[in-house]
């Protein structure tokens, strides 16, 4: 099985691996970062989002040689602390019911406002509609989207 | 019910103080007992109890901090925050003072932790209330003894203590002495006016965890040397297993083994992907041992229930028939609704390992107590074998009241002899379901002089049909002769409890019914429901528990809030008002046409659900149910062919994503009623609300969900009012 030099979180990473291996489940089952949430497989819930050298892109969909050079953030790696202002507005909302949606919508949101500090609501609609919830929390995440983004200005 | 502030029943039942080891006072009680009704009939020997017998906690440490151990299985309703606010506020203690956690207190001590099932805030009321405040009275019994004075005149305020001469005692000082004293046999619960906790909003309790991505829920637990299996089951309902060929599977990397448990071959392996990956590599031949059904199949079926005489009756006043004999003008309508999968966002998993000393469990379970009993008898051994943990869970919906993975699990691990999880894929859960059953309904009133005079509702449905009070819903007691008959179909697919039972679609075809038999008759639709429920006021019939009081007052709240009647020109409004899960509910639905097409813009909320607990927990949970509802009410097709399951996954199967989700605005009432049901009310009305605003819009009425799959209806050249 091959190995792999892996950038995540800012730490250089060296992990085993089978090559078609989604980078969800290495992430999950290998580095112990459970954080990143396995929903659907096929790039259809955003439950997985991870940035790759800053872009959102879903885990369970890119394998292992993809990543290869890259840096990949998880949600363990968003803040050391919880304090990254998405984060901190997911907190004051509220926003997450069951939670398990929530690092998947946090990861694309933040990659989102990075691209885009000034949304529109329609923008935010269009961003988020990458990623379901099934508890429905939408209001909310809308609502915290808003609020990450007057944070970061 | 207004709340009381005195509880008739022993909490000898439930309670039991003592002191740590570590120093300070712990206060167990049994949650689950508690909160069962049935545990007020026969308390129970106090003596003969040991903290094996509990499964929630108070521990207050002698620098005066408070952690509330939670037993309740958390699904995204709230509970986890809640339940503790109301100890809390009993209890006297500033909300930043408590720390909540869920489970297991002691390893050492408290080895068995089977918790309770999904009672909810409604049962719990008086339980956790008295609790909190047997605390608090030990520790002022503590303060008084001490500065020997009566503990009638010592006042409490954020855990420090005040007596007439103004000297305090925080709780930290006097647990050890409150740990030695009696438990109380009376003690007085506050006023809901002097509510400081109870009425405000928390943040959810495990907030930190889930922005940080901490391991929280089933899928993130691991333990040394565990496992990963990955199961292949029969792929229709009606198959079972002829023979398989794991050879290849065998020879993959990573795969640790391969057993056949019954009907089901489980691929093991170090990780998950693996485990997946050898599963595609099993051959297996499977051999149709009933019949294999199809949604066709179903839908003759259950029409010619509807046909048939073949009903049970389970609430019949007067004479319908004789009504429509005699009526002006007759209505009928049929409404049909597919089966649905629960799709909880965190498939089903469960961990198990099995071995001679012991069955250790951990997962998302709703139902821990039932399923760790039924695990401990299938595998023949003691019940106090079983250690179970429960975990933070990703949506439950009712497919979680299930313990079939958890079997599924132990199983396994019985067999395997390893520590294994069970992770079901996106697609082993939605084809393994036990799906929300396939229903239809067949509503027929009848009108005579402006008035109901008759209404009629038959249920045809798979498997089971409506249970419990729901034939004695409103419009029951408000229509003269009044008949609910219902008759089902016994079919080999699974089907159970899914968000708010039967009335998930029930209310949709009632009150689209009510819309057009009001539309029908020429009535303002809002003073007919007001009208109807006058009727029902003073009844002396027990089965009818809805208020019609309460009903009035969401209804006309919920005409204010909207602006029902007043609304811009190009919106659209819809009007419901639905009792279910012991709350009443009135929903708005404003549609305005976009494109060509009829799109939901907002939805007003009113919810009498009596006291709210924790605000900001509400609303989250009635706009949640309000979208939920849409979603399924819209795009929910989910059906069989052959046995097999039509959609396994999200390219196939649809769930309502932001850019569909509705503005919702939710109001509750302000009253001080115990608390009600809240994680499921919202949810049934929104279908309703919506279909009534596309008829208000289009033109054109719905009779069948999803509401996409309607082609007359989205078929625009003749849609008169589109454009
Ligand atoms: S798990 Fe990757 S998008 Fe759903
Ligand atoms: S909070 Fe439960 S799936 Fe989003």
Partial sequence: MPTYQLQVNGKATTVEASEDSPVLWVLRDHLNLVGTKYGCGIAQCGSCTIHLDGEAVRSCSITMTQVVGKSITTIEGLSEDGSHPVQQAWKEVDVPQCGYCQAGQIMTASAFLEKNPNPTEEDIKTAMNANICRCAAYNRIHKAVTLAAEKMV | ?723
């Fill in chain 2, 1 to 723: 019910m207004s709340t009381r502030t005195s509880i008739p029943f022993s909490r000898r039942a439930f309670l039991k103080s003592s002191s740590l080891a570590s120093g300070g006072l712990l206060i167990g009680f049994n949650l689950f007992t508690a909160c069962k009704p049935k545990a007020v009939e026969s308390p129970m020997d106090l003596s003969s109890l040991d903290y094996q017998d509990f499964n929630a906690f108070i521990k207050i440490a002698k620098n005066g901090a408070v952690t509330i151990f939670s037993p309740n299985p958390e699904i995204g309703q709230g509970v986890k925050t809640s339940m503790p606010m109301i100890i809390a506020e009993e209890l006297d203690v500033a909300w930043d003072m408590v720390h909540v956690e869920q489970g297991i207190l002691d390893t050492q001590n408290y080895t068995r932790q089977v918790a309770g099932g999904s009672q909810s805030i409604r049962f719990g009321w008086d339980a956790l209330r008295t609790t909190g405040a047997t605390a608090k009275q030990m520790l002022i019994n503590a303060a008084a003894a001490r500065w020997g004075v009566e503990a009638s005149e010592c006042t409490v305020s954020e855990g420090v203590i005040t007596n007439a001469k103004g000297d305090t005692l925080g709780y930290g000082d006097l647990v050890e002495e409150a740990a030695k004293l009696e438990t109380p046999e009376e003690v007085t619960l506050k006023e809901p006016k002097d509510y400081k906790i109870i009425g405000t909003g928390k943040v959810n309790v495990d907030i930190d965890e889930i922005v940080t991505g901490k391991p929280l829920f089933g899928l993130d637990y691991k333990t040394e040397g565990m496992v990963y299996a990955s199961v292949m089951r029969p792929p229709a309902f009606g198959q079972k297993l002829e023979s398989f060929d794991a050879t290849e599977a065998k020879a993959m990397p990573n795969v640790v083994d391969v057993i056949q448990v019954g009907d089901k071959i489980a691929v093991l392996a170090k990780d998950t992907w693996s485990a997946m990956k050898a599963k595609k590599a099993l051959k297996a031949e499977w051999k149709a041992d009933t019949k294999l059904e199809s949604s066709e199949d179903h839908d003759r079926i259950l029409k010619g229930l509807l046909n048939g005489n073949k009903f049970e009756t389970l609430r019949a006043d007067g004479n319908v028939q004789k009504a429509f004999a005699e009526a002006d003008n007759v209505l009928e309508r049929t409404y049909e609704s597919p089966f649905l999968p629960h799709n909880c966002m965190e498939p089903m998993n469960f961990f198990a390992h099995v071995t001679d000393e012991k069955i250790h469990l951990v997962g998302p379970i709703q139902t821990p107590e039932g399923t760790a009993g039924r695990i401990a008898e299938m595998l023949e051994r003691d019940a106090n074998d079983v250690h179970l943990e429960m975990t933070r869970q990703g949506g439950g919906f009712g497919r979680r009241l299930y313990g079939d993975f958890a079997i599924e699990a132990a199983e396994i691990s019985n067999k395997a002899r390893l520590p294994v999880k069970v992770v079901f894929s996106r697609e082993d859960d939605m084809a393994d379901g036990i799906y929300r059953p396939a229903i239809k309904y067949r509503i027929k009133a009848s009108v005579k002089d402006g008035q109901i005079t008759g209404y009629h509702l038959k249920e045809a449905a798979i498997n089971s049909n409506m249970y419990g009070l729901i034939p004695n819903f409103f419009p029951a007691g408000a229509i003269e002769n009044y008949q609910v008959d219902v008759a089902k179909y016994d079919s080999n697919i699974t089907t159970g409890a899914w968000r708010a039972p039967y009335t998930n679609f029930l209310a949709y075809a009632e009150q689209s019914f009510f819309d057009e038999l009001f539309e029908m008759m020429e009535v303002d639709k809002i003073q007919m429901r007001l009208d109807l429920l006058e009727k029902v006021k003073g009844t002396t019939d027990e089965r009818i528990q809805y208020s019609p009081e309460r009903m009035q007052e969401v209804i006309k709240t919920a005409v204010e809030k909207s602006g029902w009647g007043k609304q811009a020109d190009g919106v659209y409004q819809g009007f419901v008002a639905y009792y279910c899960h012991n709350s009443h509910v009135a929903e708005v639905a404003d549609v305005q046409i976009e494109g060509g097409m009829p799109v939901v813009k907002k939805v007003t909320c009113v919810v009498d659900c009596g006291i709210v607990v924790n605000t900001l927990g509400a609303l989250n949970q009635a706009e949640g149910g309000v979208i939920d509802g849409i979603g399924h009410a819209m795009y929910g097709q989910f059906g069989f062919d052959s046995g097999m399951p039509t959609a396994t996954n999200y390219d196939k199967y649809r769930l309502i994503r932001m850019q569909e989700a509705p503005k919702v605005t939710a109001h509750f009432i302000q009253n001080e009623y115990s608390p009600t049901g809240l994680g499921e009310p919202t949810l049934p009305p929104a279908g309703g609300a919506v279909a009534n605003a596309f008829k208000a819009a289009t033109g054109k009425r719905i009779y069948k969900q999803p509401f996409m799959e309607n082609p007359e209806f989205w078929r625009l050249s003749d849609q008169p009012i589109l454009g």
